[in-house]
């Protein structure tokens, strides 16, 4: 079992800049692809962004992509999500995700474990 915290949410006005944490308290990501995921007021869950643990490979949903980067600290377990010119559209809350089943996983019934989920909220 891995457990996911997450944090960093809050309200922003647009264009302003937020980053998340997702922490694992005593474990290694080392064997995982990590994933970020969100979910906004009456849509469905969707992919934001993936890394892979080992490699740092990276990839983004169109719609996050030149503006949210998603990174990894090796010694702290912890993966980032930077989100900068933020829109209201990106009001949702933020998940993050571990799978174990490899590389290029973009639907969340592919990763395994989830964080809590922290809330992001952009005025206009």
């Known amino acids: 079992q891995v457990q996911l915290v997450e944090s960093g949410g809050g309200l922003v006005q647009a264009g302003g800049s937020l980053r998340l944490s997702c922490a694992a308290p005593?474990?290694?990501?080392?064997?995982?692809?990590m994933g970020w995921f969100r979910q906004g007021p009456g849509k469905e869950r969707e992919f934001v962004a993936t890394i892979d643990w080992n490699s740092g490979s990276t990839y983004y949903a169109d719609s996050v992509k030149g503006r949210f980067t998603v990174s990894r600290d090796g010694a702290k377990s912890t993966v980032y999500l930077q989100m900068n010119s933020l829109k209201p559209e990106d009001t949702a809350i933020y998940y993050c995700?571990?799978?174990?089943?490899?590389?290029?996983?973009?639907?969340?019934?592919?990763?395994?474990?989830w964080g809590q989920g922290t809330q992001v909220t952009v005025s206009s």
């Open positions: 995700a571990a799978t174990s089943q490899g590389w290029g996983r973009i639907r969340d019934y592919e990763y395994d474990y």
């Open positions: 005593g474990r290694t990501f080392s064997r995982y692809v």
